[in-house]
Every structure is written in C-alpha cells, then in structure tokens.
C-alpha cells in the first residue's frame, strides 16, 4: 500500500506572515516529495489565510501550490480539501480545476480498514459560545450572499486585512494545549467515541499545536500543527499513524 498523509494550517498568503513565498515553496517540495508514495492527501482546513470566490473571480497567487495539487490529482492521487474557518468561502473551482474532493464538514472515511475521524476542528469544541457565534455568522448564506456582493477589490483587502488581525490577536493562544482532561477537542472525541466505538483515529488541525495521544485506550487523538513554523504531517502507511516533521533538505519522505 503508498501512503496516506495529512496535513492543515499553511494559511498561505497572509499578510501576518514573513517570507509568505518561502513557506508556499517549502509545502510544494514536500507535496512534490511524496507524490511517488502518496495514495491521497487529506488537507485538514485552513490551507489559506482567506479565501473568497466570486462567481467570475477567484484569489490571485498560490500559483504554486494549486499547480502541484492539479498535478497530484492528475497522477491519480487523491486530495481532499477540508475547508477551515479561514478558507469556508470555497466554492467548486478547486474542484473543478484542481481536481480535490471538498469536504465542508468533519467526516469519518475509512483507510485499509481503519476509521478516521477527520475535520479542521473548529466548532467542535462547544464550550467556546462566542466562536460559535461568530462561526454560524460565517456559515450564514445571507452574510455570504452579501459579501460576495462587494466588489472583489475591496473584498478581499477586507478579508485579508481580518485574517492577518485576527491571527495577530491569537498567535499568543494558538499553539497552546491544556491537557486531555480540560481541552474541547479531547472532550468532543471522547463523547463522539462511546457511540461511535469503531473509530480509531480522530485527526484535527486548527490549533497550531502538535498533539498525539491515546483516549480511552482505544483511539489515537492528533493535532496536527501547523505548516507555518512546525512543518508537521501525518503519515499512514497502512498500520502505523506517524506525526512527523518536514525539515527542508534532512526529512526523508
């Protein structure tokens, strides 16, 4: 069997972030490094800092990183695109262009006979109110409508400008882990878990923090960091689930 990889939270493009084109060439030559021994790729949400579709227009750049998903999906590799709370405004170009399977909600597939449980991971902590707030405003296909009412030049100035605040007003949070017995996310899988016994792994991004334990002594819980400073991904190979960390150069795929 090739492998199966997982990874979230590149936020390409942001205004927050230095080198923005360095970090999009870093991923492509890890996507472009594991084409040979990749069966899919799961690309678990926030892949963009913001991005909004227009029924005509679609963001400029990331020239690079959709090139290599269109030639992963023309080699017959299947890549899913999960959208994230940065990147929800997804429309069918990716689909259409690129070739991904789109995925709006957490989902559970099954690989060589193991259930995964996979999603961005936001909402599911339902503890947070103020999120889900502002989360169901997102989702809202009035407020969409609305927004993709405004002309794309100030749209996305707008939204950009939002994410690069947005990730400046949490980057002192993000990458932070309370521990199994207090964090959301645990919670969320542990209570998911007794009506759902089967899954053996639950997979999030979101939270810019590398986690892997065990819950319950029967599935594996992973965040998966980040594609900003950590470089992690996941990797399955038909019996183990690795997390492992991609060094430029030194990491061998």
């Not at 405004?89 to 193991?114: A, D, F, M, N, P």
Request: hydrophobic letters at 40%; one cysteine or more; charged letters at 25%.
């Amino acid at each position: 069997m090739k492998n199966v990889y997982f990874i979230s939270d590149a936020h390409l493009g942001s205004r927050a972030i230095p080198h923005g084109r360095m970090m999009e060439r870093r991923l492509v030559n890890f996507l472009d490094g594991i084409k040979e021994k990749a069966s899919a790729v799961y690309m678990l949400g926030d892949m963009f800092d913001f991005w909004h579709e227009y029924r005509m227009v679609v963001p400029k750049g990331y020239t690079r990183f959709l090139g290599k998903i269109s030639e992963l999906t023309d080699r017959g590799i299947e890549v899913h695109f999960f959208t994230g709370n940065h990147d929800l405004w997804c429309g069918r170009y990716l689909e259409k262009e690129c070739g991904v399977v789109l995925h709006r909600e957490s989902c559970t597939v099954e690989i060589e006979g193991k259930l995964f449980y996979l999603g961005h991971g936001d909402g599911l902590d339902r503890s947070d109110r103020y999120y889900l707030l502002l989360r169901s405003i997102f989702h809202n296909r009035i407020c969409q409508k609305l927004f993709a009412s405004i002309h794309p030049r100030w749209g996305m100035d707008f939204g950009l400008a939002w994410a690069a605040h947005s990730r400046k007003k949490h980057e002192q949070v993000e990458g932070f882990f309370d521990g199994p017995e207090r964090d959301g996310l645990v919670a969320f899988s542990r209570t998911y878990l007794k009506t759902h016994p089967e899954i053996s792994y639950f997979i999030f991004g979101h939270r810019h923090v590398d986690v892997d334990l065990t819950i319950d002594d029967t599935a594996r819980f992973v965040i998966l960091g980040d594609w900003i400073t950590k470089c992690t991904f996941g990797v399955f190979d038909g019996e183990h689930l690795f997390l492992e960390n991609f060094v430029e150069g030194e990491t061998r795929l």
